[in-house]
């Protein structure tokens, strides 16, 4: 157990619709990352959040938006969903904001968008 | 982003040690090489990473080569629990984490 708690496990829904994806990290974490996994791609860094800031920006779409909350939470909006958004869904979070910390993974959240 | 090469699968029998090469040619002088590994159905796990020197701990070693262009994580003893992908990643100054395709690993009884 990783200690980063990603719900819900399995999401469907309909194009066009929009969900929140949300993200506990691990006690004292204050960085969280999202990363996306198709099929058809590997794992696609889309966003950084530390202690509520943004702190980078991957291959995110426009359509998508995250937050970090003052408890350090995150949560990840998808909105006008398309086929091509279903997809595992990851969080991660480490303790620093440094490029010395791994990262601890949560077990995703299953989008998927009929 | 800063880019790894590995192999797309590798074999191993259980018990037997694994070596599992990554090329990062275009690594910088601040760059951590990071290893993780992802089973079936979960989230990727971190394994191991290091900046210059070999690395030990209780899940595997990292070796590094003196130029820093290459490196290979090392599972002393393959089990079957060992089967994931393996992803070598480059970790940027400010904290980039850039997965590629990684290495699958099937373990043979």
């Known amino acids: ?114 | 982003d800063a880019k790894t090469t590995q192999p797309n699968s590798m074999e191993s029998n259980e018990e037997e040690p694994v070596h599992l090469p990554c090329n990062h040619s275009t690594i910088s002088g601040t760059d951590y090489i990071h290893w993780y590994r992802q089973l079936p159905s979960q989230g990727p796990e971190y394994v191991i990473h290091g900046l210059t020197s070999n690395v030990n701990n209780r899940m595997a070693s990292l070796a590094i080569a003196e130029d820093r262009k290459s490196s290979t994580l090392i599972l002393h003893r393959a089990t079957l629990r060992d089967a994931a992908v393996y992803y070598c990643i480059l970790q940027h100054t400010g904290n980039q984490f850039y997965f590629g395709t990684g290495t699958s690993l099937t373990v043979i009884p």
Not at chain 1, 91 to 100: G, I
């Open chain 1, 1 to 114: 157990d990783s200690g980063v708690t990603q719900t819900p496990k399995h999401l469907i829904t309909a194009t066009g619709q929009r969900v929140t994806l949300r993200c506990s990290p691990r006690s004292g974490d204050l960085s969280v990352y999202w990363y996306q996994q198709s099929l058809d791609q590997g794992l696609q860094f889309l966003i950084h959040y530390y202690n509520g800031e943004e702190r980078a920006k991957g291959n995110i779409l426009e359509r998508f938006s995250a937050q970090q909350f003052p408890d350090l939470h995150s949560e990840l909006n998808l909105s006008s969903l398309e086929l091509g958004d279903s997809a595992l869904y990851f969080c991660a979070s480490s303790n620093r904001d440094s490029y010395n910390s791994p990262l601890h993974f949560g077990n995703g959240t299953r989008l998927t968008v009929t």
